[in-house]
Structures are given as C-alpha cells and as structure tokens.
C-alpha cells in the first residue's frame, strides 16, 4: 500500500503559506489603514482568516504524519479535514464582518480619494503573491493528495480574484468620486467569500462525515463487476456485495464481501480476494481495501452452477 502520510515537504509548504499570508495581511491593512477603504478592510480581514487557517493547516498536517496507534487504528488523517473545516467557518465569519464594515461605511463613508493609487499599487502586488503560491499549493496538494493544501490554494487564489475585482472597483471610484461604490464592493466581496467558505465547509464536513465519494464509488464498483458474469476476468467471482468506503484525510478505506464457489478451499479463497484488494488499492492510492470472503449460495450461479440476481450486488 501506499503511504498515506504527509510529507515534510507539505509541511514546509504550509509553513511557507502562514509567512506568505503573514506578509499580505500586512501589506493589506497598511493600505487600509492609509486610504480608509471598506474594500481594502475587506481584503485585509480575508487575510487574517489566511493567517489563522494557514496556522491550523501547520497543525493538521503534523497531526496526519503521525502514524495508525493503538488508540487511532485507521491513522489520524481526518486532520486535514478539521483544518478544511475550521478554515471555511472563519471564511464565513470574516464575511459578517465585512458585511458590518460595508453598512457602517455607507453610513459615514471613510475613504480617501486622493490615496487610491497606493491601495491599487499594495492590492495589485498582494494579487501577484496570492496566485503564485496559491497555484503552487494546489499543484503540490493535487500531487500529493493533501485536502489542506488545496483547500489553502483555493482560498489564495480566491483572495486574488476577488482582489482584481476590487482594484477595478477602486478605480472606477478614483475617477468617477463615487464613494459608496466602495462599501457596495466590499459588500459583493463579502458575498463571494460566503460561497467560498461554505462550499469547502461543506466539502469537509463531509469528508468528517464519512460521505461516501461517488468517483470512487464507480471505480471500485468497476472493478469488482469486471470479475463477475460470463466476460469476468480472472480471478473471477461470483457476486459481490455490502460495498463501504470513506476517506481518512487522503487515505481511502474500502470494504466489500465476495461471494465464490463454495467448493473452493479457504486458501483459494484468500488468494482471490486479496489479488481483487490490490486492484482497488492501485486505482485509489493511497488506499486500504479489505474484502471478506462467503461462500455462494445463489440458486442458479453460473461460475458454480448457480444464477446470481442483480441483488446480490448491492
């Protein structure tokens, strides 16, 4: 099997991005702070959310490189799944935020006309920073199978196309000296990060849920019907049936029952469903398959003499 388990590599990554979200976050809040902006507070609140999601990403790939124990058999991957989880919650909370800010700058708006230039300049280079580590994380985490790196990689290139759409907001305010257009761009960024956030919320609880992946479903039930019926390969079977799987972080972990001819001794029977648990865990690594082995007992299947209904492969 392959292993499951980060990689220091990852580890250095996820570090890279609390520097990374560290340096923006900075770079956003002067510019805030120097032009009054609600839509620069808006980035700039995203980007605490950066910061402290980067953080928990740190821990929840240590928590996954550690090994199955006796207190955790199937590993301690759903980490990541925490981190993913924790990271889209503050996404939504960052949202509210920023929707306050916006309202209360339509009120009594605070930005400055003649400073909009330096918020452009600090927005456009903050753009650059986010979509190169950003693609970078999600290239790396799509190598390496690691939901938190993705999940990271999205929400920075998330910030940046939600950055190019506020600088051309900005812009449009520096030359047309319509102030509430900022408050109303901070509240449609406030809105484009709530669907970001929930949409990985979502993504994760149902990782920590055990929601079963349909993509994968077809795969392993693919494989398993390719042994079965009168075209089956070898080792063929009978019938199959009670298919489970779920992810543990990356690591996949499928179960199934095989039905073969009952005349077959316990040794055939082993070498037929551990050859079938290689498949799967070839077309899902990293993955762990287990398969229990019954004896068929169909009325008319036609590898034993007997039939299989299309029940049996439930």
């Not at 994380?137 to 990689?153: F, K, M």
Request: glycine share 8%.
């Amino acid at each position: 099997m392959e292993t499951a388990l980060p990689g220091p590599s990852e580890h250095r990554a996820a570090v890279g991005a609390i520097i990374v979200a560290l340096s923006l976050f900075a770079i956003k809040a002067i510019a805030w702070w120097v032009t009054g902006s609600a839509a620069l507070y808006s980035d700039a609140m995203e980007s605490v959310v950066n910061v402290l999601a980067a953080g928990v990403a740190v821990w929840s790939i240590r928590m996954s490189m550690r090994p199955p124990d006796r207190s955790h058999p199937y590993g301690h991957g759903k980490a990541e799944f925490v981190s993913a989880t924790f990271e889209g919650g503050m996404i939504l909370v960052a949202a509210v935020v920023i929707m306050f800010r916006a309202v209360e700058n339509i009120v009594t708006p605070e930005l400055r006309p003649q400073t909009i230039p330096i918020g452009i300049a600090a927005a456009s280079l903050t753009v650059v920073i986010n979509g190169a580590y950003g693609a970078m994380l999600i290239r790396h985490g799509r190598r390496r199978n690691s939901i938190v790196l993705v999940a990271s990689g999205r929400h920075l290139l998330t910030d940046a196309l939600s950055t190019i759409g506020l600088i051309a907001g900005l812009a449009i305010v520096g030359m047309t000296g319509w102030l509430l257009l900022d408050p109303a761009i901070a509240l449609v960024a406030a809105l484009f990060i709530t669907v970001t956030g929930w949409r990985l919320l979502r993504g994760s609880l149902g990782g920590l849920m055990d929601e079963q992946d349909s993509a994968d479903h077809r795969t392993i039930t693919a494989a398993l019907e390719a042994h079965c019926g009168p075209a089956a390969t070898r080792p063929e079977i009978c019938s199959y049936h009670k298919v489970r799987h779920r992810h543990a972080g990356r690591l996949h972990w499928v179960e199934f029952h095989l039905r073969v001819p009952a005349s077959l001794d316990v040794r055939a029977g082993h070498e037929i469903a551990t050859q079938i648990e290689h498949e799967i865990e070839a077309a899902l690594r990293p993955a762990t398959a287990t398969a229990h082995v019954e004896p068929c007992e169909a009325a008319t299947c036609p590898r034993c003499g007997r039939a299989v209904g299309a029940s049996d492969r439930g």
